[in-house]
């Protein structure tokens, strides 16, 4: 009885030991499970009670009306940082903080971008109209599209980055833009 006692214990710690290793601090192969764990990436990121916060101001929650957030953004040169959230319908949303009047630059910037690759820029309707739209590719569902908003913020402009499949995911773009644009209002 003993023995298998002994066994019992001997299998766990010979499962626990590589894990204990892996996870180590000062093991350069470790991934915590904090968000805050990559300094690539946090830059200024700080745990908020609803989410991520960066020190700049913009909150990014947990979840977003039916989006969840995946990924926090470091700063670049035109943008501030930013938030990635996934929806269960495969919508994908980048929302950017920018500082105060670079919104407009990072609107051309994108529909700039976007001609120069082939894309085709498409009159949006309903809450894409609103936006720049470009036609991405055909889906066997439909049109695959990607739209860049841009909203201005008391301290901050903000774009919105969203690619979905029309019609198939069409309903939901505007619920989705209208949390974002909420968020952004609520913004300090």
Known sequence: MAWRLFLRGLRRATLALPLAVLLHPGNGHAQGISALD???TDS????????MRHFTGLSCPDNLGRMSRVKIL????DRIAGCVYLSPEGIAAVIRSHPKGAGTQAQASFAERFSQAGFTLVDGEGPAASGVTFRIGG????MRSETLWRFDGAQMDYTLWMAYTLPLQGALVGPILQAFIEEAASQK
Request: net charge negative; hydrophobic share 20%; glycine share 16%.
């Open 139 to 142: 889906a066997r569902e439909g």
């Open 38 to 40: 990559n300094p690539e």
């Open 74 to 77: 470091s700063s670049q040169l």
């Open 44 to 51: 200024g990121w700080q745990v908020d009670p609803r989410g």
